[in-house]
């Protein structure tokens, strides 16, 4: 028995010397352990940071993206607006467009007739006041004629018929008007029939 007690004493003053062993050592790591927290709280706090930041940017970004949006929505009325005055105004600018283009027929009927003077002048005479009445009318409206005669041919505004050999005027100058030619606010509703001299 003395052997194991022996033993047992052995393994005991081991055991005891492996707890101070271990004793020291916990406490060792306890005095460092405040410090070792401490940093990965820092770097902790810097990873919540950075991970608060990218919140804070999607936060920031869906912001933006509704403040853009809702400029480019205002952008968009007021470019919708601007083009429902403008069809307005086309509309009322052109709205007698087919009344006027038809009344061209009589116009150019109403230049014949005064072409050919009657024996009656004072009957002459009223058909011109006449014809200048309905033409100021019309001018009004935005009715203008085109100029086509010496004019250099623009095929915008006139419609070439035939060449002309003529010494008279320049070659791809207009000789000749068949047909008048005429604009209601700025837009070409009927082309001059022209001669071309060539």
Do not use: W
Request: aromatic content about 6%; charged content about 40%.
């Amino acid at each position: 028995m003395s052997n194991e007690s022996k033993e047992c004493r052995e393994k005991g003053t081991a055991t005891e010397d492996e707890l101070k062993k271990g004793q020291d050592s916990v406490e060792a790591d306890a005095e460092d352990r405040p410090s070792k927290e401490k940093e990965p709280e820092q770097t902790q706090g810097t990873e919540e940071n950075k991970e608060e930041e990218p919140a804070e940017k999607e936060k920031k970004e869906p912001e933006e993206d509704e403040s853009t949006r809702y400029m480019r929505l205002m952008a968009d009325f007021q470019n919708y607006k601007k083009r429902v005055e403008k069809e307005k105004s086309d509309i009322y600018s052109y709205a007698n467009e087919k009344l006027v283009t038809e009344l061209l027929n009589v116009l150019d009927n109403f230049e014949r007739a005064l072409e050919h003077e009657g024996e009656d002048k004072s009957f002459h005479e009223g058909m011109q006041m006449i014809f200048k009445q309905l033409f100021d009318v019309l001018e009004k409206s935005g009715l203008k004629e085109i100029p086509a005669l010496g004019e250099e041919f623009d095929p915008n505004f006139h419609n070439a018929v035939m060449n002309e050999d003529t010494e008279e005027y320049e070659s791809g100058t207009v000789s000749g008007v068949m047909q008048k030619g005429y604009t209601l606010n700025g837009k070409v509703i009927r082309p001059s029939m022209v001669k071309v001299a060539s």
